[in-house]
T-cell receptor, first 112, second 110 residues
Framework: DGGITQSPKYLFRKEGQNVTLSCEQNLNHDAMYWYRQDPGQGLRLIYYSQIVNDFQKGDIAEGYSVSREKKESFPLTVTSAQKNPTAFYLC???????????FGPGTRLTVL | QQPVQSPQAVILREGEDAVINCSSSKALYSVHWYRQKHGEAPIFLMILLKGGEQKGHDKISASFNEKKQQSSLYLTASQLSYSGTYFCGTEQGGSEKLVFGKGTKLTVNP
């Protein structure tokens, strides 16, 4: 079955540690996105990539980094520079054009 | 610029209708609608392109008024399964990225 996988579902880290969230898709989609969701805030775009080896900052990129070395993979690193990293993180992908975004199940990150 | 959704929350009895609105201060290329159950991934409902097109999906339909930069989602004869938070995502200027509203929480009771 085609889809998007994110792992792990729950992640706990100590303050000051970097952490990398995984996102893999087997839908052969060109574009991939990372969103952050906080209660009452909707989905806010962190980074997105429309092709391999290229990515752009979204609205809240500070304290995050990404890479897009393979079409299937778009990992997100939450660095220690991110002031308030505890949130629900969603990865999505789409074919370019006016197409729906398919979302992964999300990773809930808690920084202690 | 984040689109504004209204109302923030609505409570219905099964079988009642609801309308959720999404408005933007920017010119829009397209509007996407998603529904999310608590703790789960958002699920795609429909896309509307500029041109005032109206789309439907079972008893859920939507309209897009390009001139007013507004979209509305219509839920007819609501079912318990319609409960969740509805988000509109707007695409501005052909950027191929979406800006989502804060969501409308819909609760359908028996």
């Amino acid at each position: 079955d085609g889809g998007i996988t994110q792992s792990p579902k729950y992640l706990f880290r100590k303050e000051g540690q970097n952490v990398t969230l995984s996102c893999e898709q087997n839908l052969n989609h060109d574009a991939m996105y990372w969103y952050r969701q906080d209660p009452g805030q909707g989905l806010r775009l962190i980074y997105y990539s429309q092709i391999v080896n290229d990515f752009q900052k979204g609205d809240i990129a500070e304290g995050y980094s990404v890479s897009r070395e393979k079409k299937e993979s778009f990992p997100l690193t939450v660095t220690s520079a991110q002031k308030n990293p505890t949130a629900f993180y969603l990865c999505a992908s789409t074919n370019r054009g006016y197409n729906e975004q398919f979302f992964g199940p999300g990773t809930r990150l808690t920084v202690l | 610029q984040q689109p504004v959704q209204s109302p923030q929350a609505v409570i219905l009895r099964e079988g009642e209708d609801a309308v959720i609105n999404c408005s933007s201060s920017k010119a829009l290329y397209s509007v996407h609608w998603y529904r999310q159950k608590h703790g789960e991934a958002p699920i795609f409902l429909m896309i509307l392109l500029k041109g005032g097109e109206q789309k439907g999906h079972d008893k859920i339909s939507a309209s897009f008024n390009e001139k007013k930069q507004q979209s509305s989602l219509y839920l007819t004869a609501s079912q318990l399964s319609y409960s969740g938070t509805y988000f509109c995502g707007t695409e501005q200027g052909g950027s191929e990225k979406l800006v989502f509203g804060k969501g409308t929480k819909l609760t359908v009771n028996p």
